[in-house]
């Protein structure tokens, strides 16, 4: 069955996915990079780490994202000559659904990635996700807003959460404004490595 | 030197150090007893587990706790026969600070917990807390808010957050309405174990 899943949601233990005052130079928001040195520290990821960092190449078959993980530009697209922070062969590989008020082309790039931008909500982009993958997984790439709304809305099954242990102090809470619905999640696995805790909850209904 | 510090500050992955709605049936409020099963789990608590329970038991010669802490009383203490949660020979085995509005005589207790009502504030609280411990430490036992209102004012010295793999979805969070407190504070112990994560926050002024 296909699943909805979110991979490597890194927080600090005071509950930020991101730092304040993202900017071009700043894509995780200031002293959000932070939160990915779990997945690149000195010498290369290994162990449970290297597992877990890893599930997100398996099985997905499509992307979501929200406008300000693609990039910084706000409103309109402009020149449209942002292509996303990846470069020209971004690391999804796959169809990759950009949530957004403008309306643009997709836009194909290298390695079987590409970005097509989705103007009519949500629900809309999961199910043109779902259409894409097939049989295969859906992610939400991120970022907090766009995984809050999917959590919001009760549509994601499996939430892969990595607690790190720094402080932010700003920035966008995970488990903010979600009213009850994390009432239906359950905490399915729970695995601490020296570097980060994994937390994974998986949704009610959902048959693993 | 003596320090101000938090023991076993015990935090859903969500972020509350306490369920809500708090009675005399769930002192922790709704499912925040288990936020404490790693304490006391079937079999007994152990390893690094163990060693970070205990420290509480060392070198701590006050408490400080809210009311909320204390007892669920609210408004005034009525006929005064309230004595705390924990019967009449406390954990605490020395003199223990209430936080109140609502002026009380101290409570004898066995076992060297005596339970005295400052009615001036915390720094007030702190300052008798530290005549009564002498050399030795002064614990900020909790709740939640009184714990924020000491780490807004800059006056713990060193934290110890347990990060327990459980959704609350409500209660009383840890890091909320701290300002930029937390800017002055650094992660100076990380150490997962199977069921929790130990984080000690210290403050940068702190010599350990």
């Not at 990039?71 to 169809?95: A, K, L, N, V």
Request: proline residues 6%; charged residues 20%.
């Amino acid at each position: 069955m296909s699943l909805v899943r979110a991979f490597n949601i890194s927080m600090s233990v005071d509950g930020f996915v991101a730092g304040p005052d993202q900017s071009i130079d700043h894509p995780l928001g200031l002293g959000g990079e932070a939160l990915h040195e779990w997945v690149f520290p000195p010498g290369g990821v290994s162990g449970t780490d290297a597992e877990f960092a890893a599930r997100r190449e398996r099985g997905v078959g499509a992307t979501i994202m929200g406008r300000n993980m693609f990039g910084p530009i706000r409103g309109g697209w402009g020149e449209g000559d942002w292509r996303g922070w990846w470069g020209e062969d971004p690391p999804f590989h796959h169809p990759t659904f950009v949530l957004t008020h403008h309306p643009q082309e997709p836009i194909e790039m290298a390695g079987g990635t590409t970005f097509h931008f989705v103007t009519d909500g949500i629900e809309s982009a999961l199910a043109r996700a779902h259409d894409a993958a097939g049989e295969a997984d859906v992610a939400i790439g991120g970022g907090a807003s766009t995984l809050r709304q999917y959590l919001r809305a009760g549509l994601v099954d499996d939430l892969h959460v990595v607690v790190v242990p720094i402080l932010l102090r700003h920035g966008e809470p995970l488990f903010a404004d979600l009213g009850d619905a994390l009432a239906d999640y359950r905490i399915a696995e729970h695995v601490a490595t020296d570097r980060v805790s994994h937390v994974r909850l998986v949704h009610s209904r959902t048959v693993e």
